[in-house]
C-alpha cells in the first residue's frame, strides 16, 4: 500500500516525487512515456525562454551553457534529477484506471486489505497498485485538437512538430496562432522550407503574453522572415480540406484559396484528458485552457478525498507553476497522513 501514487513524470511529477520522498512518504511515480516526457516533445533544438529559476526545483541546479537552457539541457536536468536523487519512478507504463479500493474484486482472503476506507487501486498496463493518495500530474500534449475536416488524417498532417530538416525545399504549411505554431514557422523558414503560416489576424495583432500570443521572441524573427520573403502569412477563416498535394484554405474574407502542400502541422492547441478524474467523481470547470478539475489552491486537492491534481490538471500550466503545484500538493499529503496517524493514536 502506498502513501502516494503519483502519475506522471514531468515537472510536477518529479517536484512532487523529491518532497514526498524528503517527507518518507512511501510513493512510487506511473509515467506512460518518458521522463520529462512533454520536454521530450519540443522541438529539437529549442531555446526554452523561461528564466533558469523558473525551471529547477533546488536554486543554482541548472547550468545551461547561455542563459537560458535548450530543450536537450533541460531534458537532461531533469532526467539527472530523477537519478541522482534515486526517485522511485517507473516509465513507459500506462495508468489505465483508479478506482476506489472498495470497488475492487478481490478475492476473500486479500479483500480486508484492500478494501480499506480511503485507498484506491491504481491499474495499469503492466500491473495494480494499491495507494492511500492519488496525484494526477498528467500534461497534454498527448491529447491535440482536431480541426476537423476532410483530410486531416493524411499522413502528412501532424500534431507535433518535432524537426525542420525533413521538410528543407518542400512546401510547409502551420496553422495555429501561439507560440508553438509560431517556433514551428519560424524554424522552418528559417531552414529552407517553402513555410506558411495559416493564423487569424486577432491573433497575429494580439500582443497581450497572458492571452497566449506568440511572444515578443519568437514574433520578431517572424517579421523578419517576412520581410525576407522566406514566410508567407494567410489570415484565415478556416481550414477547408486538406488533399495530397494541396490545402484549400478561406480567408479572412472568405475567399476560397488552394495551396500547393506537402506537409501541414496542424498546432492549434491540446487538451488534458480528464477520463480518469471524472470516472473517481472529480468536479471540474472551465478554464483558461478549457476544462479542469475544481481544486483547493491551497493544497491542490480535490473534491474526492485523497485524490489531487498539479501541473496540466490545474490552472498553473507553466513549468514554474507546475513544480510549485507538485511541492505543495506532495506537502498536503503529507499532511493529512500525520493527522490520520495522529488520529489513530
Not at 104 to 132: I, M, N, Q, W
Not at 155 to 180: D, I, Q
Request: hydrophobic share 40%; net charge negative.
Amino acid at each position: 500500500m502506498f502513501d502516494l501514487i503519483i502519475i506522471g513524470a514531468g515537472p510536477a511529477g518529479i517536484s512532487a516525487a523529491f518532497e514526498a520522498k524528503k517527507a518518507g512518504l512511501d510513493y512510487v511515480v506511473i509515467e506512460k512515456g518518458l521522463i520529462g516526457n512533454t520536454i521530450y516533445n519540443y522541438p529539437v533544438g529549442l531555446t526554452v525562454f523561461s528564466t533558469v529559476n523558473e525551471l529547477e526545483f533546488n536554486e543554482g541546479d541548472l547550468k545551461p551553457a547561455r542563459e537560458k537552457p535548450t530543450r536537450e539541457e533541460l531534458l537532461s536536468y531533469y532526467v539527472r534529477f530523477v537519478l541522482d536523487n534515486e526517485l522511485e519512478v517507473r516509465s513507459e507504463e500506462t495508468v489505465l484506471e483508479v478506482r476506489p479500493e472498495e470497488n475492487h474484486p478481490a478475492d476473500e482472503a486479500s479483500a480486508p486489505l484492500l478494501r480499506k476506507e480511503g485507498s484506491f487501486c491504481v491499474v495499469t498496463d503492466k500491473g495494480e497498485y494499491a495507494a492511500r493518495n492519488v496525484l494526477f500530474a498528467i500534461g497534454a500534449m498527448d491529447h491535440p485538437r482536431r480541426l476537423n475536416v476532410p483530410g486531416e488524417d493524411l499522413p502528412k498532417v501532424h500534431s507535433h512538430f518535432r524537426e525542420t530538416y525533413p521538410w528543407v525545399k518542400k512546401k510547409a504549411l502551420v496553422v495555429g496562432g501561439g507560440n508553438s505554431a509560431g517556433e514551428a514557422a519560424l524554424f522552418l523558414a528559417q531552414e529552407g522550407a517553402e513555410t506558411t503560416l495559416a493564423i487569424f489576424r486577432e491573433d497575429w495583432e494580439n500582443t497581450d503574453p497572458k492571452q497566449g500570443c506568440i511572444k515578443y521572441w519568437v514574433k520578431q524573427p517572424l517579421e523578419e522572415e517576412l520581410q525576407e520573403n522566406c514566410l508567407k502569412l494567410f489570415f484565415l477563416g478556416k481550414v477547408v480540406e486538406i488533399r495530397e498535394d494541396a490545402v484549400l484554405l478561406e480567408s479572412e474574407s472568405g475567399e476560397r484559396v488552394e495551396l500547393e502542400n506537402d506537409v501541414v502541422f496542424a498546432l492549434i492547441g491540446s487538451d488534458a484528458d480528464l477520463t480518469l478524474l471524472r470516472a473517481l467523481g472529480v468536479a471540474t470547470e472551465t478554464g483558461k485552457y478549457g476544462e479542469v478539475p475544481i481544486y483547493d489552491e491551497r493544497t491542490f486537492a480535490t473534491n474526492v478525498p485523497s485524490v489531487y491534481v498539479a501541473g496540466h490538471f490545474t490552472h498553473h500550466r507553466h513549468i514554474k507553476g507546475a513544480i510549485d503545484a507538485g511541492r505543495i500538493a506532495a506537502r498536503s499529503v503529507a499532511a493529512s497522513l500525520r493527522r490520520m496517524n495522529a488520529a489513530a493514536e
